[in-house]
T-cell receptor, first 116, second 113 residues
Framework: NAGVTQTPKFRILKIGQSMTLQCAQD?????MYWYRQDPGMGLKLIYY???????DKGEVPNGYNVSRSTTEDFPLRLELAAPSQTSVYFC???????????????FGPGTRLTVL | GQNIDQPTEMTATEGAIVQINCTYQ??????LFWYQQHAGEAPTFLSY??LDGLEEKGRFSSFLSRSKGYSYLLLKELQMKDSASYLC??????????????WGLGTSLAVNP
């Protein structure tokens, strides 16, 4: 299993450009999450999905969009990039079922995005 | 509202024991996770508590008191590689039965020789 993969690892954008951050998992997890982490700060939830075709906003959704057409993929779209979107973006997934197992979130390696 | 409180920084000596405390206020509490995050890397899962009491996993133990809104992570026989941030993350379940983690700022632990 590759686990959670993210591409690209690094990206520099100019103000006003758009891009899509890719995230995929091969663990058949139902839940997927997008977070951003600014230096010295905690993880902030951008969007999450509880299954294919279902997405919902987190704490900081403005300026972002997501889709979940398959169980495996959960891309994050940045429209009209702004310097405030400079951050490290982490994708995570977990399996939430009926059993009281850990259901921990597994994280991808992150995408480091700079908007200039 | 939802709130998590952890010390910002801690320092300890190699071979020693350190306890990192976490107090939280959340609605729809559904367990508490501890994650480790090395600088420049993604968080990795350490431990999970859903019932009161102590859970032990090798050098790491975690304790939960749901009535007090309190947890701690205990690290024994500290090693230099334990220098990292430790993130306390209660899980919540909302009215739609959706599960999310609430993340604190984390505790930056420095282990000195």
């Amino acid at each position: 299993n590759a686990g959670v993969t993210q591409t690209p690892k690094f990206r520099i954008l100019k103000i006003g450009q758009s891009m899509t951050l890719q995230c995929a998992q091969d663990m058949n997890h139902n839940y997927m999450y997008w977070y951003r982490q600014d230096p010295g700060m905690g993880l902030k939830l951008i969007y999450y999905s509880v299954g294919a075709g279902i997405t919902d906003k987190g704490e900081v959704p403005n300026g972002y969009n997501v889709s979940r057409s398959t169980t495996e993929d959960f891309p994050l779209r940045l429209e009209l990039a702004a310097p405030s979107q400079t951050s490290v973006y982490f994708c995570a997934s977990s399996y939430i079922g009926r059993s009281y197992s850990y259901n921990e979130q597994f994280f991808g390696p992150g995408t480091r995005l700079t908007v200039l | 509202g939802q709130n998590i409180d952890q010390p910002t920084e801690m320092t300890a000596t190699e071979g020693a024991i350190v306890q990192i405390n976490c107090t939280y206020q959340t609605s729809g509490f559904n367990g508490l996770f501890w994650y480790q995050q090395h600088a420049g890397e993604a968080p990795t899962f350490l431990s999970y508590n859903v019932l009161d009491g102590l859970e032990e996993k090798g050098r790491f133990s975690s304790f939960l008191s749901r009535s007090k809104g309190y947890s701690y992570l205990l690290l024994k026989e500290l090693q230099m590689k334990d220098s990292a941030s430790y993130l306390c993350a209660p899980r919540t379940r909302d009215a739609g039965n959706n599960r999310k983690l609430i993340w604190g700022l984390g505790t930056s632990l420095a282990v000195n020789p």
